[in-house]
């Protein structure tokens, strides 16, 4: 199975548009995640002006490049997550500070994602939905059922109209199960799919990086979620725990070899991306690989250019035949 490897552009956000994708096309990458903050895509404009999106596909079609999902991180995270001040760097100026305007400019971005994704061709946008309840996984202070009970009608209660806006538009949004969000394992993702009533819309972004250092095996989760994959993001991560270091991180910034883990370019790490490939098989996933690069001990475009090989290496298509087939005759 030959699928498409895209590069997703958070990390390369500081970069103009044409930029990325120059340097994504002399990479040898099929396509792009477009994240919507920089220059890569504005939301907005994206949902209300042809003129724009035309020139996006127009940049995108020189270079060769295609793209499937658009990235909406950012504005996802402001949906549900309780205000502090670190929202501040991902809200417009005239936001800032103000919790109750921050949370309305989420939304309304959301369901510009939509319609931007809608324009632009793509049928998933990733993202995240943030969490009134993460500040609370360590039960103490204790944390009661009916605060998390709470937390995930919340959840529901502020993701439906958006949801509303995707499903009007034929859109899907693939959520990436990640601390700081209401899905970050196994059984928040199960109680969420739940709590949402199974509502098609509702999927997610596989990203088994998220997933080793909290000591789940990643695979399972593709096994275990068949319909809901969405999207995949391919992202390696390291747990080195030392004796010293913690499974939290220490407060140490990413990259510092003294954390208790890291992420790390595809192949550095822990991820078994083999037994993934075979997941993916074994679901029928067509979509594309994104490579999603972030890794501070590597400078990133050789951190992407050898990610790039790696997953066109591993990535094989299943067998077309039964091994012992021949033995019947």
């Not at 079609?61 to 996802?76: E, Q, R």
């Not at 417009?92 to 400019?105: D, L, Q, S, T, V």
């Not at 595809?266 to 997941?279: L, P, Q, S, T």
């Amino acid at each position: 199975m030959t699928r498409p490897v895209t590069l997703f552009t958070a990390q390369w956000a500081d970069l103009p548009f044409e930029e990325i994708c120059r340097k994504a096309s002399g990479m040898g990458f099929d396509g792009l995640e477009i994240a919507c903050w920089g220059d890569h895509l504005d939301l907005q404009r994206a949902a209300e002006d042809p003129g724009y999106v035309a020139e996006r596909q127009r940049v995108l079609a020189k270079y060769n490049l295609k793209c499937w999902a658009l990235g909406a991180h950012l504005a996802g995270q402001c949906v549900a997550d309780r205000y502090d001040p670190r929202l501040d760097n991902f809200a417009p100026a005239h936001c800032k500070g103000n919790p109750e305007r921050i949370r309305e400019w989420a939304i309304r971005e959301m369901k510009y994602a939509a319609r931007a994704a809608k324009n632009m061709g793509c049928s998933v946008v990733t993202g995240f939905t943030g969490s009134p309840i993460w500040k609370f996984w360590y039960s103490f202070p204790q944390t009661s059922e009916e605060m998390v009970t709470e937390g995930f009608r919340e959840v529901v209660r502020l993701w439906t109209p958006i949801f509303d806006e995707f499903d009007r538009n034929g859109v899907k949004f693939a959520l990436e199960v990640h601390p700081t969000e209401i899905a970050f394992d196994f059984y928040t993702a199960a109680r969420l799919l739940k709590e949402f009533e199974y509502r098609p819309t509702l999927g997610f972004n596989f990203d088994p990086s998220h997933l080793l250092w909290q000591g789940m095996t990643p695979h399972l989760f593709i096994r275990d979620f068949p319909e809901r994959i969405y999207h995949v993001h391919m992202k390696d991560a390291a747990v080195t725990l030392d004796g010293r270091a913690g499974i939290l991180g220490s407060h140490i910034t990413f990259g510092d070899t003294r954390r208790g883990w890291n992420f790390r370019s595809i192949g550095h790490g822990g991820v078994n991306f083999e037994e993934i490939i075979r997941e993916l098989n074994a679901i029928g996933y067509a979509g594309p690989l994104s490579i999603e690069w972030e890794d501070s001990g590597m400078e990133r475009e050789f951190g992407a250019k050898e990610s790039l090989e790696y997953v066109r290496r591993i990535d094989f298509s299943p067998s077309t035949v039964a091994f012992d087939d021949a033995i019947k005759k």
